[in-house]
DNA sequence: GACGTTGATGGAAGCGTTTGCACAGGTTAC
DNA sequence: GTAACCTGTGCAAACGCTTCCATCAACGTC
């Protein structure tokens, strides 16, 4: 047992506070201090008043190893992202924390894209035992990779694909995509590229195969057929959008417009169609996906959709239902709109009549 | 106490094997399990085996709370910077979590720009009790904070500002912004606007600071004189780059150069000049700092910078010293470089002889 | 005035680990 | 052949909380 003496008004130097030291400076039990401290019915206001004051007064806080060991709960969220420091998810991730921090939870990230990836995270399930909840965003699981995650026992949210008896916030990227690809075809191209995802990916995201679908539902609407060699993989990086562009650039009929299936995309592409000496957009239309923080300074037409309000909102989802276990999953989706800016027109007068 | 039995090859399903279990199926005792599972010395090698097993068809882990409880280590650092989502911060957090998961802890991050901002992490210390190490970026601590962070006994590495008995890493912004300002007087500019940080910064931010003071060093050292008006803050926002720009371009001698203290900034600055029919470089030079993603492919003349470096770095440094805390503290100076891309050149001719 | 009721409090048993200590048996050193 | 050591192991006491349960006083109620 420590005296109480030790933790001068200075609050500080040495070992830290326990609920003991607690108890003995407010003269009452340990019981009564953790229910006055977590402000529980059943206590008397004068109690309360001097527990407070003591706790105060010893700079105490209550050790959550302990608190969780008891307790059973974490009082953490596990956030889950493909790749830390990409701008989507880093987006997310500042709106989750927001959200997290202020409702006393502590977060803790991982990250997908480490070794081993999707496949290790699932083998290793690596929240285990140290979060209440995760928030699960764009991992491609199949099936029994989400039984084995919903076997683990924490409450979940997923964000980017959908599992049932998980709440789940999604992005209708297809109709997004269409809406982009509608947007081009309507200033009256017929060579539309699609700048997307990585060949053959080994992770199988859904948001690049959403989106190129809807990029051919699109083309279907508009009576246009769909040319396989204006498709190619762009991972979404800047420098993969660059080596794409640079890719439609050497075709023998190249595109009037590309659709790109993010922004960083986009911008890698812009860069190689000016290097070229092509103007956008009189030479050449761009549409990108997901509104990054540059685009509207590169004056980039593009897909918008809130991340920061995604992550906030998944956060949001998964506190309540840690609150509240008995309340059902929900499924949301949330909204994208078409932002037009200055890198669409119409195709090059002379191209027009070529077809 | 549960039955092993229930613990099936499956490996899941309901509650979560303890070490007593594991003992039981192995025959020996917690204590044996605890440093058979641990690697501590004196377990023969057909008992370490045995628990070994036991542990896997169990799929055992332990349980973070109470190993933390019983070792007064929680393997875990906290990461605290001023502000999560913005690029710089969410690389060197990239950096941080893949060199602190490879090593099995855990990171806790922390954004010092919610309610309260720093004076609340100070005040509150929300890491106490819950990391063994802090990573503490960017933070412009005055002594006494530094000494109440210090009180709270967390081994302590920081990015950005040197403390002594914390080891540092630090890139020096005085000789970076010198180097940069150097560029665009050797080009023969002389009348070179800085835009900077936040007007009156209440945290005091060095960054913005030290990269002033070379600016003016380099202007000392060109025979220029720094006109004040030429120096306005930014930000460190894309609309804040973007308004700066717009306050320069009013004056009635506009600049014909301008360091930026970010990319972001920079990239701001330079669609406002393209929008009031400025050419750059031909007509205005433009130089970031930072190295964003993007700068390469917007052809940004820049300082660069590893941020992904620095976190890597800054997190190896402190599972350094959490595995030897007797190693002292060390301080590094990151290098920063100058990236000439397409953004500056030599003042207009015109203007050349008008000063 | 005896009696359930309610509110405030304390005692004490966990929670699942780690770790200091004790101890048995086997070596090695003289 | 005894003393001094290792090595491998188990026992049990922490670690600092939460929470069930018992207790006790004060309060109407009939």
Redesign the pocket.
Known sequence: ??FGVRWGEAGGGG?????????DR?????????????G?????????QRVLEAAEQLA????P?????????SRTIGLAVPMLGQWVYSKIFSGVEAVVAASGYDVLPFSMSGPGGVARFVEDLPFR?RVDGLLLVDAPLDPPQLERIRASEVAMVTVGLVAEDASSLVVDNVAAARLAVGHLTGLGHQRIALIGGVEDDPYRFSVPVDRYNGYLEALTTAGLQADPRLAVPGNFSLEGGAEAMHELLGLSEPPTAVFCCSDEMAIGAMQVARDAGLRVPEDLSIVGFDDHDVSEYLGLTTIRQDVIGLGERGAALLLARLGDPACGPVHERHPTRLVVRHTTGPPPAGLEYRW
């Open positions: 047992m420590t070992l830290s506070a326990t609920i003991e030291d607690v108890a407010a003269q009452v039990s340990v019981a009564t201090v953790s229910r006055a401290l977590r529980l019915p059943n206590v008397a206001p004068s109690t309360r105490y806080i209550a050790d190893s302990a608190s969780r060991l008891a307790s059973g709960h035992k």
